[in-house]
């Protein structure tokens, strides 16, 4: 099992914009498909984006598209999640998870692996 480690959050205004990076430990980084997916208070979990193995597949919540863009470097095993025009409601934990799919995936069963989580707080 790949192991991940998620970074990057913390305290921003509405408006501002955060970077998350997850790094993923093992040679086997570029057969999974990464996905992010986030947990308010009192919420479940949902998904966020997904990116396929080779990074040109590409799946957004409709919440986030247009303002979040999912990206991956295969030399470094890493994944990244660009947000912009943050909002008061992404405020969440934010996690990265691996899939063993073939293809692209944004059903939360199909991730195997997850990290830790890194708060994402956006103030209005």
């Known amino acids: 099992q790949v192991q991940l480690v998620e970074s990057g959050g913390g305290l921003v205004q509405a408006g501002g914009s955060l970077r998350l990076s997850c790094a993923a430990s093992?040679?086997?980084?570029?057969?999974?498909?990464m996905g992010w997916f986030r947990q308010a208070p009192g919420k479940e979990r949902e998904f966020v984006a997904a990116?396929?193995?080779?990074?040109?597949?590409?799946r957004y919540a409709d919440s986030v598209k247009g303002r979040f863009t999912i990206s991956r470097d295969n030399a470094k095993n890493t994944v990244y999640l660009q947000m912009n025009s943050l909002k008061p409601e992404d405020t969440a934990v934010y996690y990265c998870?691996?899939?063993?799919?073939?293809?692209?995936?944004?059903?939360?069963?199909?991730?195997?692996?997850w990290g830790q989580g890194t708060q994402v707080t956006v103030s209005s």
């Open positions: 998870a691996a899939s063993s799919n073939g293809v692209v995936t944004t059903n939360i069963a199909d991730f195997h692996s």
């Open positions: 093992g040679r086997t980084f570029s057969g999974y498909v």
């Open positions: 990116i396929s193995r080779s990074g040109v597949i590409i």
